[in-house]
């Protein structure tokens, strides 16, 4: 007897060496290719699992220099779980860099997890001193006419 929606999942294990998160990113944006995800909803999921593997090489001081990824696939969406065995950290310790600071020279840099939250669906981060994992998921979105608005065709300019 075959079960109905069985979540189908890849796991996916990339050392911490310059450009590996660009192999996590394509293992991600074929999987979303596979389920029929938009052109931006792949590119928005790519940046997020770039984003969120740069943190983990930069910031985890990770002993045994590893992300562990899982890619969930389910019915209407993509559930990514990136960890590593860091140091982890204190989620309410992290500063929002500041617009105004950053083009007058200042802090460049930290705005990691506020681009993952605004380009995923959901986002929970748990870190202890084990390490960090950061789920992530993004849903598919159908194009809808509110989403996509095209300007009047003159046809429907007569009708009116």
Known sequence: MKKKNVDREVTLIIPMFPNMELAAAQTAAGLAELMSFEEDN????KLAIIETC?????????????????????????????TDRGVG???????TPSIEEAMHGGRRRGWGLLIIRDLMDKVDV??????T??????RKIKATSACRAEPPSEESDEAG
């Open 42 to 45: 792949i590119d928005e999921i």
């Open 89 to 95: 950290f204190q989620l309410d310790q992290v500063t």
């Open 54 to 82: 740069l943190n983990a090489f930069e910031h985890s001081q990770s002993q045994d220099k590893k992300v562990y990824i899982e890619f969930i696939m389910r019915r209407e969406e993509l559930e990514f779980r990136i």
């Open 126 to 131: 748990i870190s202890g001193e084990d390490g």
């Open 133 to 138: 994992t950061i789920t992530m998921i993004k």
